[in-house]
């Protein structure tokens, strides 16, 4: 059973900075492609980064320049620095795990719990 397990949201004022940790369980890790969404009320929930296997990376416009993810793959952690933040970075995060594209007939993907960000002053 795999399980995705975030941390580190919270309240955070206007231009400061966090970091979302998610931890994998099981022996995915590896070969699927991790990845952070968010969901503010009233609206769908959107990709903000990710980065495969072999460590390419995409973000949203928004918050290119201001986000970094990144990867443990020796502790199965994902990680999303987010610097210079905004009250429009408020938003439930979840963390996100994708099977590679030739596989996803055959594997699942899988989310956290998420972990709510406020920016407020």
């Known amino acids: 059973q795999v399980q995705l397990v975030e941390s580190g949201g919270g309240l955070v004022q206007p231009g400061g900075s966090l970091r979302l940790s998610c931890a994998a369980s099981g022996s995915i890790f590896s070969i699927y492609a991790m990845g952070w969404y968010r969901q503010a009320p009233g609206k769908q929930r959107e990709l903000v980064a990710a980065?495969?296997?072999?460590?390419?990376?995409n973000y949203a416009d928004s918050v290119k320049g201001r986000f970094t993810i990144s990867r443990d793959n020796v502790k199965n952690t994902v990680y999303l620095q987010m610097n210079s933040l905004k009250p429009e970075d408020t938003a439930v995060y979840y963390c996100?795990?994708?099977?590679?594209?030739?596989?996803?007939?055959?594997?699942?993907?899988?989310w956290g719990q998420g972990t709510q960000v406020t920016v407020s002053s």
């Open positions: 996100n795990a994708d099977p590679p594209v030739v596989m996803t007939s055959l594997l699942p993907r899988y």
């Open positions: 980065m495969t296997s072999g460590g390419s990376t």
